[in-house]
């Protein structure tokens, strides 16, 4: 890979998920990979998993990583061409990113949407300046539409758990597991980038029957959702489901807002009842009984701090094949 900015750039999903859980398997098989390497990475949001999970990766492959924090450490960046910059903008991207490109082998970046204007978010002209102008290959922890590390290993955990509960069924080819995009109610408008990501990922991969549901006026864009069944039924999209995946999402028609914020729409164990003993997923963080109850979050049905330590691994897998593409994990 040359970059890592959406499932567009893995050529073999199932490929990369093996090289993940190969790096969970033998954290440090790979030291000397990444020797001599320098990783930056920028954060234009602030984050946690994200940021711990990619240093920690890139620390097992034996990179130096230097975390940037643009908005309190450096100039505020300037990303439109032709811009005339007498405004609070300081540094055009054009002038820091192939600086950057000199400075590191790898790029990380985090961005975020304004939640404002829904052309200008995706648009993710931000992102695609610094592929334009660093030189070097891009890894996104982020952006105004997508969450690809996210997805990764979202998928992971989910190739993990199916093949713990039920190799045989893993096995057969012809398999598809039940998964289930929920919405979940919460108390301000959040992007669409981790729900747009995980069905974007999900149908690529086509390997699950796989359901979105959610209150009328929060549909995902077409170009994300294409390929999975949509409903607005909540207790029939859960039916015989074996993953749940619990993300909030703001409107995307009317751009950034909450229109229904209904509590009915939390995931509870009586749902659950309807699922097949389904595993429940959230990306994190999560507000505890508005979008996910306790009795879901601390139950024996949550993969949440599974999946959230599956970062790592995913985050390892990509970098490894950047630094050393289809080498053996």
């Known amino acids: 890979m040359k970059q890592f900015i959406s499932v567009h750039d893995v050529p073999d999903i199932d490929a990369l998920v093996r090289k ?26 602030p984050s946690m ?12 492959l034996g990179m130096d990583v230097i975390i940037f924090n643009v908005g309190s450490e450096g100039w505020a960046l300037e990303f439109e061409e032709e811009a005339i910059m007498s405004g609070s903008t300081v540094e055009h991207v054009k002038d820091a990113a192939p600086i950057m490109g000199k400075y590191f082998d790898i790029l990380a970046i985090r961005t975020f949407p304004s939640l404002k204007n829904r052309d200008d978010d995706y648009s993710e002209l931000f992102i695609k300046q610094f592929v334009k102008y660093a030189g070097i290959p891009v890894v996104s922890l982020e952006s105004a539409t997508l969450h690809p590390l996210q997805s990764l290993t979202d998928v992971l955990t989910i190739t993990e758990e199916t093949n713990k509960s039920n190799p045989d069924s893993y096995r057969d080819q012809n398999h598809k597991s039940k998964i289930v995009l929920t919405w979940a109610p ?40 294409k390929g999975a069944t949509v409903t607005m039924d909540q207790d029939e999209a859960l039916k015989d489901a074996d993953f749940v995946y619990v993300k909030n999402w703001s409107t995307y028609t009317d751009y950034g807002k909450i229109y229904c914020n209904d509590p009915e729409w939390m995931l509870t164990n009586e749902k659950l009842k309807l699922t097949n003993n389904a595993k429940v997923m959230h990306c994190l963080p999560v507000r505890r ?11 024996p049905n949550s993969l949440v701090t599974q999946q959230a330590a599956n970062r790592v691994w995913a985050a390892q897998a990509v970098l490894s094949e950047i630094l050393a593409p289809s080498s053996e994990e």
């Not at 020797?35 to 920028?42: F, H, M, S, V």
């Not at 009984?289 to 139950?299: A, K, P, R, T, Y």
Request: charged share 20%; glycine share 4%.
């Open 20 to 45: 993940a859980l190969a790096c969970k398997s033998d954290p440090l098989k790979n030291k000397s990979l990444g020797a001599n390497k320098r990783i930056g990475c920028l954060f234009l949001n």
């Open 49 to 60: 998993r994200t940021r711990l999970s990619t240093q920690i990766a890139a620390q097992n």
């Open 186 to 225: 919460h108390v301000k408008p959040l992007p669409q980038c981790v729900a747009n990501s995980f069905a974007q990922w999900i149908n690529t991969w086509d390997k699950a029957n796989f359901v979105i549901t959610h209150p009328e006026d929060y549909e995902l864009g077409k170009e994300f959702t």
């Open 289 to 299: 009984n508005v979008e996910l109850s306790d009795e879901i979050l601390d139950g």
